[in-house]
Structure formats: C-alpha cells, structure tokens
C-alpha cells in the first residue's frame, strides 16, 4: 500500500522546458520529501518541506505543500538532459512511504 | 565509507534457495531501514531498526523475510525459501536521527534479486 500517488506517471520535455510533478497522499503528514531515482546515482533526496510550510526552494527545484488538498507539487525549471530519472513524493511516518512515481524524460 | 553500500548488487537465485543481502550503512547513522521495490514501482518499506532494535517489521511480506542488525551497524536482510514474486530490488537506507518525524535517509544503490 503506497501513501503516495504522482501524477503524471510519466512527462517528456524538451531541455530548458519546466516540469512539474504532483503528488497527492491520504493522510496527516509532519513532512514531505521529494526523491529522484535513476540508474547512475539510485534514489536521492532533493528536497523537505514541513507541513507549516506552503513553498520551498532549492536551487531550480521549488515545491509547493497544500495541506488541505493532501497534495505537493514539484516543478523543475530550465531542465537539463540530466534530470530524466523518476520523481517519488514520500511521507515520512517513521519509514517513507512512497507513491510510484513520475518518470521524467528530458530530451535535448 | 562515503554512502551506504550494499552487497551483492545483484544476485540470481533459484526458487527455494535461501538469500543474504547485506547493507552497510553511513558510519555513525541511528536508524537503518530496509525497503522492496518492484518493477515500475516505489520503493515499499519493510523493516526499521533503531541502533540494534528492530523498532518496526510491518512490512515484511511473510515469515520468509528475516532481518537483523546485532551490533547497531551493518543489516542482514534474509530470506527464505525464495519465490518468483520475490525478485525486486532490495534497498538500504540510513539516516542520522532517531526521530521518527524527519529524516533524510540516504539510499545504498541497492540489490537487483531475481528469482528464477
């Protein structure tokens, strides 16, 4: 059972073109925590934003929390061909729990 | 070492063999947690351990799965027994804080097992 659902399940760009990602969860979180997966660096975290929070910055990430919706979006702008990797939103609850994730294809 | 390492990074087993997959984790981290993911799927969680306790084992699909951490540092993930819908990738993750509320919990590259 996965907290967790993003949306799209998969989105092609073109290099220099924004992403963006959403996320949607089920219940009450403390956090959110955005993770990319691809074959070279395996799963990594990009980005927390606490449920207090409605928006977040990092570098060309910016994530928006809205806790009455239960949902996240995650954009990336300018991408680059190194940014195709698979996207998960995960809540926290002791152990993340993760959604099936966007997988992100940019084409140069 | 730098980040978490796991071995093997992949193994082949035989229905029935029985599988050891080790972590390694971040050097002085609390908290160790293993997880399974399918093809085309997120990473499922299976088991927690806070220094050498096992603290949660919810997600351990059956009593086939057996992990143990006995000095608080490297993770064994068994399994017994095993079946074709086990193969997927196995994952190892540590982090620095015993907190359950945040965690930024650092991912070994994981271990590909396939089933045959």
């Known amino acids: 059972s996965q907290q967790g659902e993003e949306d799209p399940q998969a989105l092609s760009i073109q290099e220099g073109e924004n992403a963006t990602m959403n996320c949607s969860y089920k219940?009450?979180?403390?956090?959110l925590q955005w993770y990319r997966q691809n074959s070279g660096r395996g799963l990594v975290h990009l980005i927390l934003?606490?449920?207090?929070?409605r928006e977040k910055h990092s570098g060309r990430l910016r994530v928006t929390l809205d806790t009455s919706k239960k949902s996240s979006s995650l954009l990336i702008t300018a991408s680059r061909a190194a940014d195709t990797a698979s996207y998960f939103c995960?809540?926290?609850?002791?152990?993340?729990?993760f959604g099936q994730g966007t997988e992100l294809s940019v084409k140069p | 070492g730098a980040g978490v390492s796991q071995s093997p990074r992949y193994k082949v087993a035989k229905r029935g063999q029985d599988v050891a997959l080790r972590c390694d984790p971040i050097?002085?981290?609390?908290?160790l947690f293993w997880y399974q993911q399918a093809l085309g799927q997120g990473p499922e969680f299976l088991t927690y351990?806070?220094?050498?306790?096992?603290?949660?084992k919810s997600g351990l699909p059956s009593d086939r799965f057996f992990a143990e951490r006995p000095e608080g540092s490297v993770s064994t993930l068994k399994i017994q027994r095993t079946q074709q819908e086990d193969s997927a990738v196995y994952l190892c993750?540590?982090?620095?804080?015993?907190?359950?509320?945040?965690?930024?919990?650092?991912f070994g590259p994981g271990t590909r097992l396939t089933v045959l």
């Open positions: 993750a540590s982090s620095q804080m015993s907190g359950i509320f945040y965690n930024e919990q650092f």
């Open positions: 219940t009450s979180i403390n956090n």
């Open positions: 934003i606490r449920s207090n929070e």
């Open positions: 995960a809540t926290p609850g002791g152990k993340l729990i």
């Open positions: 050097s002085g981290h609390v908290s």
């Open positions: 351990f806070q220094n050498e306790a096992q603290l949660d």
